[in-house]
Each structure stands twice: as C-alpha cells, then as structure tokens.
C-alpha cells in the first residue's frame, strides 16, 4: 500500500500550479505572485517536515512477511540488479530493516553499539522514512534503500559485512566475523564496527527531507534555508541535523558522542560523511582522497604512518574512506545494469523537469536539464559518467583494490 500523506504541497501539485502561462489551478489557486507561491510552498514543506520529525508516538511494529516473501527480498538484496523502486512499501521497508539485521549478526556488533535493533534501529528507520517526501520522483526513501543496498554490497565483497542471506540461516543467533584484521594495513580495514555502523545509516538518512530542489537552485531563489547556511551545502546540512536529531530522539545520542575508538566523537564522522554528498565539494574530496592514496604508496606500512603522522592517520582514513564508500553508492546508478539506470535517470530528469519550470516562472537562471530531448538526456548522462562517476570510480578501485 502506498502513502496517504496529503498532497498538500508536492511536486505533482507544483506541475499543476505552474502549468501553461505559470497560472494554473493547482494548490496554489489563481492569485499572489510566483515569490508569495513559492514562499507558501516552502512554508508548507517546512511545517510538514518538522511535524514528522517531531512526532514523539510514531507508533511502529514491523509487519510480519510470509517466509517465502522474505526469502525472496533476500536474494534480491543481493543482487547488482536490485531495483527498490519496484517494490511495495512495506517490502522496501522490510528490506532496510533486513540490511540493519544482517549488520547485526556481526560478532560484538549489538554489544560495541550499545543499541537495540527491535526498540532503537526499526523505529528510527520508520520514522526516517516519513521524513523523506515521497512525492520526489528521486529523492525519496527508494533512493535511501538503493544507496543503502549498494553500501551493502560495497562492504560485502571487501569482507566487511556477512551476505544478507545469513537470515536464512536456521539458528537465528548465528554470527558471523571478519577474517579482515583492524587497522591491519589495507584502507578498508580501517572501519570498525561503529564506523560500519555509521556508514550504513548515513546511506538511508543521507537524503531526507530533500525538497527536490537543488542547492544551486536553493541559493538562485534566496531561500531561508540557503541563506540560514551562508550557501554552503544547505540541504546536506540540512540533512545531517535532521538526522542527528531524530537519532537522538531513539537514543543513540551516547553513540554519537562517543570517542572511545581514540578517534574523533561518531557524530562528527556521520556529519562528514552526509556532507561530503554535496557534489560542490567533489573536486576538493578527490583531491584529498587522492593524497590519501599517494601517501600510502609512499609508506605502505600503518607503523610508518604512525611514525609519520600520529594516531591523527586512523581518523584521516576512516574519513575519507566513509566518504569515498557514500560518494560512490550515492551516485552509483550509472554503474547498475542498464534497465535499471535508465529509471534512476528517468525519476531524476523528473525532478529536475519541475524545477526547471519553476526556475522559468521566478525568472532565475536555468541550473538544471529537461526532459524532453533523448539525445540531450543522453549526452548530460555521458558528460556525469565522464566528469564524476567513472573517475571516482577508479580512484576509488586504486585506493580499495580487489585483494579479497
Ligand atoms: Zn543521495
């Protein structure tokens, strides 16, 4: 069943609002100028946002699926086909909750986090999942659990999480270790149990309550929430609070706090990492990522580093290795199968089609392609593989390589 939250102020409403001369008869009926409209559109997000977010009794029970629906949802999670899009709510639902559960069978993970999945983890993610708006066509909670599932399938193949499909594993206390030794050497094995933990829930919260605008978009129309920011990465910022707040509403506050792995608090991790989503600031990452990479090669060894460096190393490189794992799940939907990239592109092009329309009504410059022209859907889709995805790509294959 899908959500019957109102429509009271989504895209869908915008498209009618804004149709033929920019006066049409939606939501925002026939009066007020284009700024009054838009200024009520951002009020109406806001208010709805913050009471979802502030809803103290989101009362939550996990719906209870028939075996052979989870043994199917399953082997799908463990597929590079995996399309989130395609699923009922409640199975979208059901398959993040199984991604937390199989982190869970992870040997001393319940113990080092301190948490509960059933009381802590399920009702967080629920509640996460009302925040993001469903009226996006991508920005929403499926694009959570795609970035979510491919974080998963990253971890998995470099050792650092069990398949998915130790559920179906008849003991269900059964857990499972990593034969990969703690800041032994390789990047990878710099995550820790917490560290894990914060990459898998920066994945599903990364994105919510996006408005379906862009920064650049934000910035152009002098919204509150740009110039509250200064312009820098508002929706990130946006979404980190938002995040952190709502974690520590089911109490992972202590967890976020905590500095006991010698490092920096969690909760700066989790911040970095949601911010380094911001495609603005992917230059300066790949820049750093890359003199990550470089001073490896120029002192493989962790006592080298240390000699080199100090304890300050371990930090640098959980860092920028959590940022570099969400960069590329984030924007991973040009390496998925064809048919499957071909909706990703289709929902984002979606997105980007109402703003640009409302970007004409406001008279703001275009910042954003429009559906309509195959070939220049095309071609902006060759230019992001080219520009970002394929060199992160390889940079990150250098810096991680298949050694498993
Ligand atoms: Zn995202």
């Known amino acids: 069943m899908k959500h019957t ?3 009271s102020a989504d895209l869908g409403g915008l498209h009618l609002a804004t149709a033929g001369s920019g006066f049409g008869q939606g939501w925002l009926g026939y009066s007020g100028d284009m700024q009054t409209r838009f200024a009520e559109l951002l009020t109406s997000m806001y208010t709805e946002t913050s009471n979802v977010v502030n809803e103290r009794d989101a009362e939550f029970a996990p719906t209870d699926l028939p075996a052979e629906t989870r043994t199917r949802l399953i ?6 086909n995996f399309e989130p899009h395609k699923l009922p709510d409640e199975e979208a639902l059901a398959c993040t909750m199984m991604l937390f559960e199989a982190l869970f069978r992870i040997e001393h993970m319940q113990d080092s986090l301190g948490l509960s999945l059933k009381d802590q983890i399920y009702p967080l993610i629920h509640h996460l999942r009302r925040i993001y708006r469903w009226e996006n066509t991508y920005h929403n909670f499926e694009h959570a659990l795609d970035v979510l599932q491919c974080t998963y399938i990253f971890l998995r193949s470099a050792g650092m999480v069990p398949s998915v499909s130790i559920l179906l594993d008849e003991d269900p206390q059964s857990s499972w270790t990593s034969q990969r030794q703690f800041d032994s050497g390789p ?3 710099c995550l820790g149990l917490k560290e894990i933990f914060v990459v898998y829930i920066v994945a599903i919260g990364h994105d919510v309550a996006h408005p379906g605008f862009t920064n650049l978009f934000m910035k152009n129309a002098e919204t509150p929430l740009s110039m509250v920011y200064d312009g820098k990465s508002a929706l990130e910022q946006m979404h980190c609070s938002l995040l952190l707040k ?3 509403h089911y109490g992972l506050g202590p967890l976020l706090d905590d500095t006991s792995s010698g490092t ?6 989790l911040s970095e990492t949601v911010l380094a989503t911001d495609m603005s600031v992917h230059g300066a990452f790949m820049k750093n990522f890359k003199s990550l990479i470089d001073d490896d090669l120029a002192e493989p060894t962790r006592e080298g580093r240390i000699g080199k460096e100090g304890e300050g190393q371990l930090w640098r490189r959980q860092v920028l290795l959590c940022e570099a794992l969400m960069k590329c799940a984030d924007i991973s939907n040009p390496f998925r199968p064809y048919h499957v990239s071909q909706h990703w592109a289709a929902a984002l092009m979606g997105e980007w089609t109402s703003q640009a329309m409302l970007e004409k009504c406001m008279d703001l410059p275009t910042t954003v392609q429009c559906s309509g022209d ?4 095309a071609n902006g889709q060759v230019f992001f593989i080219d ?3 394929k060199p992160l790509l390889e940079l990150v294959v250098e810096a991680v390589p298949g050694e498993y």
């Open 264 to 269: 920096q608090c969690v909760k700066k991790l």
């Open 187 to 189: 990047l990878m094995t």
């Open 5 to 7: 939250r109102p429509r």
């Open 374 to 377: 195959p070939l220049s859907e």
């Open 75 to 80: 082997h799908s999670l463990d597929s590079w």
């Open 246 to 248: 709502v974690m520590r």
């Open 387 to 389: 520009t970002f995805a």
